[in-house]
């Protein structure tokens, strides 16, 4: 059988879905009078996939082309989702490295590429949306074998075929076009892949070897272990172990064998190795566990994964407004959703206090972000602590995560921007003119001093700035970054907000509510323009009188309302504060509602 199997790798936005678009139209995977063939992002299936506009889980398609099934492996570009890529690149023996044109090689260019030569992939540099006005196609291949000199391990790996792209349009060139417009088409990509990525290795009469790298779920089938066969073959009710890298054995039988063909899985009466494919039948399968033959079996290397960086608490809803508006409580079903989502996400981690919190850990704050939207769009109701960086002590020493940020600003906010990471404790390591106006400043700062920061960056660059991090290293802990917010406005009282008692709100600084927004006393309902927390009754009406008429009511706040997004709300946080998240709001309040307890509570710690 001729196949390839090939990852396609990229930091977030460089175009890695857009390609595996025009690889599955142009490789007539579709009719012409099937949807998908005018659709864009195909593979993005995921709600939250289409309203971010990136990729958060691998997918795995196949596409057929000239004789030869290329099986492709679309990943996140984003650092907080690198667990997906880890876990996933283990299928390929090669990949696509996709780099934008204009930003050229940026923090997750550097990651994905280290794994991918970590595994001794095969990578074939493709260099993006070249029609760009401010591309540096030259520079950007610059940049790019510098990045390989550092990473390579060996001589082979320095050597890598170069495709231009405009992944967009669906063109592709062996050489960069003088004339961007001329038509083209993907073939010199297919053509790539058929020439270097090597066909997997094919031993289809030994004893198989399989490990699981990916789960799948769906009502009809049930839990589907996914991954790639190493060596021999697998057929449906095929008895097999299945080893558990603690060492545990069970014996199981594999009920259906899937292989992917376009967007979907097709039940096949045996699979040989190299072939990636969806086994049913195995429950207890996890991600790391192998699958081997009863009579030889065979561990495969267990999936190693960078740790997590972020924590939060998290538990049920206990404000005065709980049970309103989700349908799922209890500590009990918020543990039986975390315990499924471990299954499947492996770069997060639970662990339950001796007090029976609920400590979950992440990679950051949009890997955690994207989880607990998940949970209140299925009818939750929860609440989380402020995020807490995760140590580590070696040799007696506390040690921080530390991260590279990257920022691409307009030259007019340098300044503003480099004194905002000072100010966090952040130092520069270099600075570079990406075009007249603007350039490139990279940093080195630590998680807790990068918290929350992502909203104030781009307040101060008006929005322009564009951000990105990644895990660089553990440091010896430093001093404290100082407070990103100053006091809060709680509500004094449990109402409807209303316009009058908003205006005053607004007096002190800006509101996070609207006029009939329901709030509840001890509830977070803007920041305060000073360093002290105001209780203010904004559900107070003004008094009618026979010279006000109840018209005046209506007169319009004097500020708009801030809405935060969940990000920016772990952002807010402070230690003494809790975000409540329901399938219909985001509320900030104190950890201690009472106004009484607040204060006792401040005395003892100021003692």
């Known amino acids: 059988m001729n196949l390839r199997n ?158 231009y792209a405009i992944g967009r349009e669906g063109k592709a060139w062996n050489q960069q076009p003088i004339d961007v417009t001329a038509p083209s088409d993907l073939a010199p990509i297919f053509a790539a ?183 209140r769009r299925e009818g939750f109701e929860i609440e989380v602590g402020r995020p807490q960086v995760i140590t580590k002590t070696v040799d007696e020493e506390e040690l921080e995560p530390v991260e590279e940020l990257t920022c691409d600003v307009e030259n007019d906010y340098l300044g503003a921007i480099q004194g905002e990471i000072g100010r966090r404790r952040g130092t520069l390591i270099s600075q570079e003119q990406l075009t007249d106006n603007s350039s490139r400043l990279v940093f080195k700062i630590s998680t807790r001093g990068l918290l929350g920061s992502r909203n104030t960056l781009l307040t101060l660059s008006k929005g322009t700035a564009v951000l990105s991090s990644i895990f660089l290293c553990y440091e010896k802990i430093g001093a404290m970054p100082p407070e990103n917010r100053k006091g809060v406005l709680l509500a004094a009282t449990t109402g409807k907000a209303t316009t009058y008692g908003l205006r005053v709100a607004q007096g002190r600084g800006v509101t996070f509510v609207g006029p009939k927004a329901e709030v509840y006393s001890g509830m977070i309902i803007g920041a305060n323009a000073r360093e002290n927390d105001i209780e203010i009754n904004v559900c107070k009406e003004k008094r009618l009188t026979n010279v006000r008429s109840a018209a005046e009511e209506t007169i319009v706040l004097p500020h708009a309302t801030l809405e935060l997004s969940m990000e920016q709300c772990f952002g807010f946080l402070a230690k003494d504060e809790l975000l409540e998240i329901t399938p219909q709001s985001l509320r900030m309040r104190k950890r201690l509602l009472d106004h009484t307890a607040r204060v006792r509570t401040a005395r003892k710690v100021a003692k």
């Open 193 to 375: 892949i058929l020439e270097n990525i090597p066909a997997p290795a094919q031993d289809a009469e030994g004893p198989l070897q399989f490990l699981v790298s990916a789960l799948d779920w769906d009502d009809f089938q049930g839990k589907y272990a996914i991954g790639r066969i190493t060596r021999g073959r697998v057929t449906p009710k095929q008895q097999v172990l299945l080893l558990k890298p603690n060492g545990s054995k069970e014996a199981v039988q594999v009920d259906k064998v899937y292989v992917n063909k376009g967007l979907h899985r097709v039940e096949t009466p045996q699979a040989l190795a190299g072939e990636i494919v969806a086994l049913t039948g195995i429950t207890g399968a996890d991600i790391s566990d192998t699958v081997t033959a009863i009579d030889k079996p065979e561990a495969l290397p267990v999936i190693e994964l960078t740790e997590p960086t972020l924590s939060i608490s998290i538990g049920p809803n206990t404000s005065p407004f709980k049970g309103r508006e989700g349908k799922f409580l209890t500590s009990r079903q918020i543990l039986k959703r975390i315990e499924k989502e471990l299954q499947t996400n492996i770069a997060m981690r639970l662990e339950i206090t001796s007090a029976g919190q609920m400590i979950l850990s992440g990679r950051g704050e949009l890997h955690l972000t994207v989880f607990l939207e998940n949970l």
């Open 6 to 163: 090939v990852a396609i790798i990229a930091h977030v936005d460089h175009g890695k879905t857009t390609l595996v678009d025009g690889l599955l139209k142009q490789s007539k995977t579709f009719r012409t009078n099937e949807a998908e063939i005018n659709q864009e992002r195909i593979l993005d299936s995921n709600d939250q996939e289409k309203e971010r506009g990136i990729t958060i889980l691998a997918k795995n398609t196949a596409i057929e082309y000239q004789g030869t099934k290329i099986n492709i492996i679309d990943t996140p570009g984003h650092a907080d989702f690198g667990g997906e890529v880890e876990r996933t690149l283990n299928m390929a023996d090669g990949a696509l490295l996709l780099v934008d044109a204009q930003e050229g090689p940026m923090p997750q260019t550097k990651f994905v590429l280290k794994k991918a030569l970590e595994a001794n992939l095969k990578v074939i540099v493709v260099i993006n949306k070249i029609d760009r006005k401010t591309a540096r196609v030259e520079k950007t291949l610059s940049k790019i074998g510098d990045l390989f000199l550092e990473l390579a391990s060996s001589d082979e790996q320095l050597e890598f075929p170069v495709l």
